[in-house]
């Protein structure tokens, strides 16, 4: 019997520059949706008695709400799926917030609306009512948690594994469109294209080994596969963080070293010696309260992100990207004297002299 499965809408594919050599366009491809390491990811769950959706009721004519919140049982399963990623370490952390305004993740239990989640940062796209995940079954049923540790892993930033090119299956894409077009998805032959048959571009794709044991597989029914012949009969995947999924996680978001960051003083720029994928991050405490840039120097693309500290947490204040353009990532924000922030730079990658330095004035 086919299994409910994640239905990500369709994204526009990412505009780069032409020109890029290739090096340079993998990395972007790589990492344009992670987080930068050591972000606090806040979460909510939506209530219904003010976060609802409106949509038509058929042959009507008539709008009806449909309410968003889950109920506790459910809330207790996606709290517990959130530990467990946790639980493996990483750098990144997640906290439940009361509000929707408060949270970089806003959780949704539409049902019928499919099981879904932004992937990364493009969580940050949606607006402040709006749900960047959501579970349309109930997920307190057997079997069904690893649907919401695979919408975690996209909220992290990672994508469908089966959708890799390294994957190597061979589909039977009208048994697939057929078979999914039935209950219990009803899907459209886009949803099962983005979906399931879409492969993605190699540098977008998690690793370079495709991994069938990863929570981000989806669970493939008999006759949907031609090739390889171990897969004809289906695919189940265990519904859990593959050792694959925990090195890809650790590899972006490891765990944060006990030391402090160095203190960045107003215009004084501070060298960033780093290869592809790393980050460094710095202490700031303004002199003055006023505006201020933050803001790289160099040949590079890199994310950088400003954090005020609240309650001795970090919470988002400003970023830019400027990965892919000829520019230098800069925000402007207003710092306040006497408060405590913190400014992280990930590195996509350099080139020319592969000096760059970051500074805030």
């Known amino acids: 019997m086919t299994r409910r499965l994640c239905s990500l809408p369709r994204q526009p594919a990412p505009s780069f520059a032409p020109g890029l050599t290739a090096a340079r366009l993998g990395a972007l491809l790589a990492g344009r949706r992670m987080w930068v390491n050591g972000t606090v990811l806040h979460y909510c769950f939506l209530d219904s008695r003010s976060d609802a959706s409106v949509i038509p009721v058929p042959g009507t004519g008539e709008l009806r709400r449909v309410p968003w919140a889950g ?35 806003r959780i949704g239990f539409q049902a019928g609306a499919g099981s879904w989640s932004a992937v990364g940062r493009d969580a940050l796209s949606a607006g402040r009512g709006e749900r960047t995940l ?13 649907a919401v540790l695979h919408q975690i892993g996209h909220a992290l930033g990672m994508v469908h594994e089966h959708q890799s090119p390294s994957a190597g299956l061979h589909w039977d894409d009208e048994a697939v469109y057929a078979e999914l077009a039935g209950p219990p998805n009803f899907w459209s032959r886009e949803t099962t294209y983005t979906n399931v048959l879409r492969r993605l571009d190699p540098g977008a794709a998690d690793g370079s080994v495709w991994d069938p044991q990863s929570v981000m597989t989806l669970p493939i ?16 995947p265990p519904g859990a963080p593959s050792p694959a999924d925990k090195e890809f996680v650790l590899r972006w978001y490891p765990p944060l070293g006990p030391s402090e960051p160095a203190a960045l003083a107003p215009f004084r ?58 520019g230098n990532a800069a925000v402007r924000v207003r710092l306040v004297r006497g408060r405590r922030y913190t400014v992280r730079v990930r590195l996509y990658s350099t080139w020319g002299s592969g000096e760059t330095a970051v500074m805030f004035w």
């Open 71 to 105: 109920g506790a049982e459910q809330r207790e399963v996606v709290r517990g799926c959130f530990r467990e990623w946790q639980d493996l370490g990483i750098g990144v952390t997640f906290t439940e917030v009361g509000e929707g305004h408060e949270a970089e993740l």
């Open 134 to 146: 959501n579970l349309g079954w109930d997920v307190t049923a057997p079997g069904e948690r690893g």
């Open 221 to 236: 029914g008999p006759g949907m596969v031609l090739e390889p012949e171990q897969y004809r009969g289906g695919l189940r």
């Open 269 to 326: 720029s501070a060298p960033l010696v780093l290869g592809p994928g790393e980050q460094a991050g710095f202490t700031v405490e303004p002199p003055e309260t006023r505006d201020y840039t933050v803001g790289t120097f160099g040949d590079t693309d890199a994310v950088l992100v400003v954090f005020e500290e609240r309650g001795g947490e970090p919470r988002f204040l400003a970023g830019h990207d400027d990965g892919g353009t000829p």
